[in-house]
């Protein structure tokens, strides 16, 4: 069975004109994988908190691909130019993220010590929590999620499947050592 992404994104730009948007990759991975999504854009942190109490419900388990595609910052994202912290998060989500994975598409997002991010997994109860640690080029980044997002795919989204998409990424990074990925799963924890 597909495994579906819940993506949330923020607004990019203040100039609303402009409109970049990561849903052309989940449009593409709908179309040539078939692939589910529910993709929402996020312009304030009330709308955040909505869309991920709505993920945490049972009723969204087919969308266990949380992709947070948001500027970011250290142990966080911005959201209308506010850091909203992973420990913020972990919050929201407590103990409700079993088989679940949460990629953060934000510069910086997980730039903090491995215990912070052991800590968001030990009480969201999530699979694995993934991002980048350094600010990452658009297009580069992008290209890589589609491929880890595909990934993510060919596995169960339990134990042993995401210690497999985690060397498989592994092996992808390599790649794209300029973007400074990081995925800890729960078995680190």
Avoid at 74 to 94: A, P
Wanted: aromatic fraction near 10%; charged fraction near 30%.
């Amino acid at each position: 069975m597909k495994k579906g992404i819940f993506c949330l994104e923020g607004i990019w730009f203040d100039d609303l004109r402009k409109r970049s948007t990561v849903r052309p990759i989940l449009e593409l991975l709908e179309l040539n994988s078939d692939i589910p999504f529910l993709h929402s854009d996020c312009a304030t942190e009330e709308e955040f908190i909505f869309y991920i109490r709505k993920w945490k419900a049972a009723e969204y388990d087919r969308y266990p691909i949380l992709y947070l595609a948001f500027h970011g910052a250290e142990k966080g994202i911005l959201i209308n130019d506010k850091v909203f912290t992973l420990d913020r998060m972990s919050s929201e989500l407590k103990g409700k993220c079993k088989n679940r994975v949460i990629l953060l598409a934000s510069c910086s997002s997980v730039k903090t010590d491995k215990r912070n991010l052991k800590r968001f997994l030990r009480e969201t109860n999530a699979l694995a929590i993934c991002g980048y640690r350094k600010i990452v080029p658009w297009i580069t980044s992008t290209a890589f999620e589609l491929m880890l997002l595909s990934a993510m795919q060919d596995n169960a989204l339990d134990g042993r499947g995401i210690e497999a998409v985690q060397r498989h990424i592994e092996g992808i990074s390599k790649m794209f050592k300029e973007l400074d990925f990081l995925m800890l799963t729960n078995k680190e924890v």
